[in-house]
Each structure stands twice: as structure tokens, then as C-alpha cells.
């Protein structure tokens, strides 16, 4: 490789740390061509690209994408993972993990994640957590439970008072032939009696006199 390529190689590393939000670094050696291109292809699934890389260039890479936390897990053969933007870091460390497992060659180192070193045995408790968007579900039900609380603390108050105005305008509206018959009832009593009493014949005599 010479100059112009590895000056290639750097800026590309670099580009790749800046614009990844998790990484996870291995030790490859014992690996086969084989082994590698097929966790290659199960890593692209998950948002993640695996890269076997010199740790030479990729120290000048992490100085300068400012990934300072990297440069002690770059020790021996190096292969990171790097967990791209809407990657599940969570289904990338289980594949690693479960490689470690099957190959019994890579050995999981530790990581980066959101800028924080990472051990390699808290990478092996991320890969137990529940899948990126089960977390998220959890994460939105979280949120919307006290917001459904609050709707029905302030919608139930308002369903009362709706429900007393109805009450009440039925029961006007029932009143109200009850006012008018009492109404009438008063402008009758009320009225000047139309039929003259009559006078006795004797009364009205002892007057003329």
C-alpha cells in the first residue's frame, strides 16, 4: 500500500467514525475468509459494516474523527464493527456475540458507544437487551401512559359538565308548560270579575227616598 492509498484508507476511517454511532471491536485471527464474509453479510442485515482493519491507520483515523476512546482497544488483529446511523447495535453484538460462541476463534474486545468505551462485557449485556424497536415500543409506551392519564383526568371532568347541561336544559324543557299553565292560571284570577251584582229592589227603594 503505499502513500496516496493509505492516505485513502485514513480519510475513510475517518469518515466511517465520525458517521457511526456504535462501534465494536474483535480480535478476527483464527478466523477463515469464509467466516468473515458470512458475518460480513449477517452484520449488513442489522445496519452494521465489518471491516478487518491496520491498526496503524486506524489510530491516525480515530485522532482524527476525535474517537479518542478507540485507540486502546486497538491491540492485535483488529476487525471493528461499525454501527451506522438506524443500525440495532443491540442485534449487532448478539451476532458477534453468538460468532465468538459458534467459531470459539473471535474474542470480542469492547466498543465505542455514542462516544463512551465500552468492555467487552458490557457489550455482552447489550447484546441481551430486547431488540431496537421493541425498546423503542417500550420507550413511546412510557412516554404516552402519563399523557393518557392526563386526557382522562381533564376529558372526564368535561364529560360531567356535559352531561349536567344536558340534565338541566331537559329539565327546562319539561318545566316549562308547567310555568306557562301556572301563568295563565294567575292572569285569570287576576282579571276584573265582567258580571254586575244586582241590587235588591228594596235596597234600591230605601235609596231613593
Do not use: C, W
Not at 479518542?68 to 442485534?91: K, N, R, T, W, Y
Not at 359538565?161 to 336544559?169: E, F, K, M, Q, T
Amino acid at each position: 500500500m503505499d502513500k496516496q492509498q493509505k492516505e485513502q484508507a485514513v480519510a475513510e476511517l475517518t469518515e466511517r467514525l465520525r458517521t457511526s454511532e456504535t462501534l465494536i471491536v474483535a480480535d478476527y485471527r483464527g478466523l477463515t475468509n469464509s467466516e468473515i464474509d458470512g458475518l460480513r453479510s449477517k452484520l449488513i442485515e442489522h445496519g452494521a459494516r465489518f471491516s478487518v482493519v491496520k491498526n496503524t491507520l486506524t489510530r491516525r483515523a480515530a485522532e482524527a474523527a476525535g474517537a479518542d476512546a478507540l485507540l486502546a482497544l486497538l491491540e492485535g488483529p483488529s476487525a471493528i464493527a461499525f454501527v451506522e446511523s438506524g443500525g440495532d447495535p443491540v442485534a449487532v453484538a448478539k451476532a458477534l456475540g453468538d460468532a465468538a460462541r459458534e467459531t470459539k476463534v473471535l474474542a470480542i474486545r469492547g466498543g465505542v458507544l455514542e462516544g463512551a468505551s465500552i468492555s467487552a462485557e458490557q457489550v455482552e449485556s447489550l447484546a441481551k437487551l430486547p431488540p431496537a424497536d421493541v425498546l423503542r415500543a417500550q420507550l413511546l409506551g412510557a412516554i404516552m401512559s402519563p399523557l393518557t392519564t392526563v386526557v382522562a383526568l381533564v376529558s372526564a371532568p368535561l364529560q360531567d359538565l356535559v352531561g349536567l347541561l344536558d340534565a338541566r336544559i331537559e329539565q327546562l324543557g319539561a318545566d316549562a308548560p308547567v310555568a306557562a299553565s301556572a301563568d295563565a292560571e294567575a292572569a285569570i284570577d287576576e282579571s276584573p270579575n265582567d258580571e254586575t251584582t244586582p241590587i235588591p229592589q228594596q235596597q234600591a227603594a230605601g235609596e231613593e227616598e
